[in-house]
């Protein structure tokens, strides 16, 4: 079943009726039903355009949660050949919300860390809706190590809506493992591509994206705290999300503007969701040049750039010309 | 030497001796209720004389108990480009910068000082809760970054006391990068071999326990400090159940594996001193030579009592 958003409820009409049509028993061969999806298609492309052009934060904020939008193992699927699924951070237990694949990018060996948000219910209880528990990330660090000691590139996937608040996660020590994570990241040898494809949900989503290239997908966000815990803190009122994702400036565009993403990936037209194959192919493209431009760097170069990165992360005057120094002779 | 932005003099800061301040000041403990005399508060250190409680302290304040003959110089901090998302909420962020540095006359939610703990060099960068809740923002980056760049250039330890609610919302994403931004800065004193020293005091949580805060090479916490990544609050709606007694406190974490020790506030400057010492392999303080108790502190309350 697919799920509409509110802004996209003139859509669902003409979905139905596209679909119709095509169920009819000779759409085949019937050239005036054909002429007539076709016209009823560019209704849709163009309404969805017009509608997606002008998605205000908030409604950004809501693509990026999509139900139907393509999630990290559709990704790895789609991107890595020969995934193997690899468990468990050695201490405690495997996390499913964060999991991780040895697997083949084009013709090199890569690690793959990602959160996974589950599709239906019961996959999202598995997956406790992509939030991390301490061994989540512990398990994160445990593959980094050894994409570090193979010399394999790691290509994070985010996408949660948070590190896990509970019980059990604290004792565990939540802000150490994230904390461990993000120290981890500065210390590894090879490079590191970090891939927002839907929710960048504050600290539970830094720990994956301490990368060399930054890379988001348009309609994702990526925030220090959602608009609804925003609005209950700041307007006292959860219901003013609308104007605390406004504030926030929390879109890929915002992001691109910080210095904080490298590049925004676009998305199909209405979003990742009605197109996953256009998007995966968008992504295998960005990626892969991603991955040119950094994947032969040496360790110490990758290191020294990663720090100078993060050094330097929200300097936002202009840069000055660096004085040189110029030898008199 | 344009790092150093004023000298403290000793004593010269400390409200005993401000002529302005009338006796009448009293101060309610958050925990007892006992309402305790501003005097009585200042030679506690802000922690509650019936019942221990330790109350928030302003960053010359804890500089005051710990430095050798409370003299500290203040570092420098760089300030960032103020309110770069142009934030508003039902205030504007400018506003509630403005307040803030009005009550606290500060700059920001973060001091750094250096001066001498048991005769030893030593770089201490302290949050200040009445600053927007010790928020961390861009002006805590630079001052923990200044804070590491300075123990390296002279090679210090450094010792940092955490509180804060967590990431400074209205610097939104560019709050967020404080987390490994900072960690830049604590990493380069780990591979230097310069020792971290964390203090944990109440409150500590969100971004700065998930980053700086919990990478120290020794974490203390002040007594019954509410400690941890997620608040109260939102765990009890996400599991849906009360919490038990004593959880996310200190000596909940201590018990957890998450701390080395426990200490009093009282105690603070000797377990500092000790520390930095072994780890910066000098040889012990000697007793007598150096201050370890709070002799400064008999000394005023002859003056004062
Ligand atoms: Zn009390």
């Known amino acids: ?329 | 030497m344009n790092w150093i932005s004023n000298y403290v003099r000793p004593k010269l800061k400390s409200m005993l001796d401000r002529k302005d301040v009338p006796d009448n000041l009293w101060t309610t403990c958050g925990s007892c209720g006992v309402m305790i005399n501003h005097r009585t508060m200042i030679r506690s250190m802000n922690v509650c004389p019936d019942c221990d409680h330790h109350m928030t302290i302003s960053p010359r304040q804890r500089f005051d108990t710990l430095f050798d003959d409370r003299i500290y110089k203040l570092l420098e901090i760089e300030s960032p480009k103020e309110d770069p998302l142009s934030f508003r909420d039902t205030k504007k962020y400018t506003d509630r910068l403005r307040s803030s540095q009005k009550v606290t006359e500060e700059k920001d939610a973060m001091l750094v000082a250096e001066g001498n703990i048991g005769k030893l060099k030593t770089i201490v960068a302290a949050q200040d809760f009445e600053f927007m809740a010790g928020s961390m923002g861009m002006y805590v980056g630079n001052a923990i970054l200044a804070a590491c760049e300075r123990c390296l250039k002279i090679k210090a330890p450094l010792v940092l006391f955490a509180t804060a609610g967590g990431a400074r919302m209205q610097e939104g994403i560019l709050s967020l990068m404080q987390m490994p931004r900072s960690t830049v800065g604590i990493k380069q004193l780990a591979d230097a071999g310069l020792p971290y020293i964390v203090v944990l005091t109440n409150p500590t949580t969100g971004g700065v326990t998930a980053s700086y805060a919990m990478l120290g090479d020794i974490h203390i916490a002040e007594p019954k400090a509410l400690i941890g990544f997620a608040g109260p609050r939102v765990i009890e709606q996400t599991i849906k159940e009360k919490l038990p007694e004593g959880f996310q406190r200190s000596e909940y974490l201590l018990e957890k594996g998450m701390l080395d020790m426990v200490v009093h506030r009282k105690n603070m400057r000797e377990t500092i001193m000790v520390l930095t010492r072994l780890l910066m392999k000098k040889p012990p303080a000697i007793r007598g030579e150096i201050t370890f108790e709070k002799n400064s502190d008999q000394k005023q309350s002859s003056q004062t009592d």
Not at chain 1, 59 to 76: G, I, L, N, S
Not at chain 1, 216 to 236: D, Q
């Open chain 1, 1 to 329: 079943m697919k799920h509409y958003l509110d802004f996209e409820k003139p859509i669902a009409d003409l979905d139905v009726q596209i679909s119709e049509l095509m169920a009819t028993p000779d759409f085949d061969k019937n050239e005036g039903l054909q002429a007539s999806r076709k016209r009823l298609s560019d209704r849709v492309d163009k309404q969805l355009k017009e509608i997606y052009k002008k998605l205000t934060p908030w409604q950004k904020c809501q693509v990026a949660r999509h139900p139907d939008r393509p999630h990290y193992k559709d990704y790895v699927n789609a991107l890595f050949t020969e995934c193997t699924l690899l468990a468990g951070d050695r201490n405690f237990s495997d996390d499913q919300a964060v999991l991780g694949y040895l697997a083949r990018f084009d013709d090199r060996p890569v690690i793959v860390i990602g959160q996974e948000k589950g599709h239906d219910t019961k996959s999202r209880l598995v997956h406790n809706f992509g939030m991390a528990r301490p061994e989540g990330y512990r398990k994160a660090i445990r593959l980094m190590e050894m994409a570090d000691k193979f010399k394999m590139p790691i290509i994070t996937v985010v996408d949660t809506p948070g590190a896990y608040p509970g019980l059990g996660a604290e004792e565990r020590g939540q802000s150490e493992a994230i904390a461990r994570t993000i120290e981890k990241s500065f210390e590894i040898g090879v490079p590191v591509i970090s891939i927002i494809i839907g929710e960048g949900g504050s600290g539970g989503a830094v720990a994956l994206a301490t990368a060399d290239r930054n890379l988001m997908l348009e309609n994702a966000i990526y925030s220090v705290i959602s608009p609804e815990g925003c609005a209950s803190i700041l307007w006292k009122n959860a219901e003013m999300m609308g104007s605390a994702a406004n504030a926030l400036k929390l879109t890929a565009n915002d992001m691109k503007k910080f210095g904080v993403v490298d590049k925004v990936v676009s998305e199909p037209i209405g979003g990742a969701h009605r197109d996953p194959q256009q998007m995966y192919k968008s992504l295998r493209t960005a990626l892969r040049s991603t991955l040119k431009e950094i994947g032969q760097k040496r360790p110490d170069t990758l290191r020294r750039d990663r720090i100078e990165k993060f050094k330097n992360m929200g300097n936002l005057e202009e840069k000055k010309p660096s004085k040189r120094r110029v030898k008199i002779l």
